[in-house]
C-alpha cells in the first residue's frame, strides 16, 4: 500500500490486509521477480498454506505452451522469503530464464 501510516487511508486499508494472504502474495511475488517479464511472459506462481508450512509452486511457459519448467515445493515459515527467492533463482536456471528473454523477444518483434 503506498501511503503515510498515520493517516486515516492507511489505518482504512489496514483493517483489509489479511496476514496470510498478504505472506502468500508477497511469496509469489519474489518467485516471479527473479524472473521478471511482465505481463507479455506466460508466467505464474502460487502459494498457499498447507498446514504448519507453505507450498510455493512457479512455472514459466514458451509462448506456445511447447516448453515449458516449473518448481514445487513446500517449505517452512522460517526464512520463507528467503526459500521463495532460492526458489525463482532455480526456475531461472532450469531454463525460464531463457523462455523469459524469447518471450519478450518475441512479442516485441510481433508489436514493430
Given at each position: ?13 489496514s483493517l483489509l490486509d ?95
Amino acid at each position: 500500500m503506498v501511503t503515510h501510516r498515520d493517516c486515516e487511508a492507511y489505518r482504512a486499508a489496514s483493517l483489509l490486509d489479511h496476514p496470510q494472504t498478504h505472506l502468500e502474495t508477497k511469496l509469489e511475488r519474489i518467485v516471479i521477480g527473479v524472473l521478471g517479464g511482465g505481463c507479455q511472459v506466460p508466467i505464474g506462481a502460487y502459494a498457499c498454506k498447507q498446514g504448519n508450512s507453505i507450498r510455493i509452486r512457479a512455472e514459466v511457459l514458451a509462448l506456445d505452451g511447447s516448453r515449458y519448467v516449473k518448481v514445487d515445493e513446500i517449505v517452512s515459515y522460517d526464512n520463507c522469503e528467503e526459500k521463495a527467492l532460492r526458489m525463482g533463482h532455480e526456475l531461472a536456471d532450469k531454463g525460464g530464464r531463457e523462455l523469459v528473454k524469447e518471450a519478450i523477444s518475441q512479442t516485441q518483434s510481433a508489436c514493430q
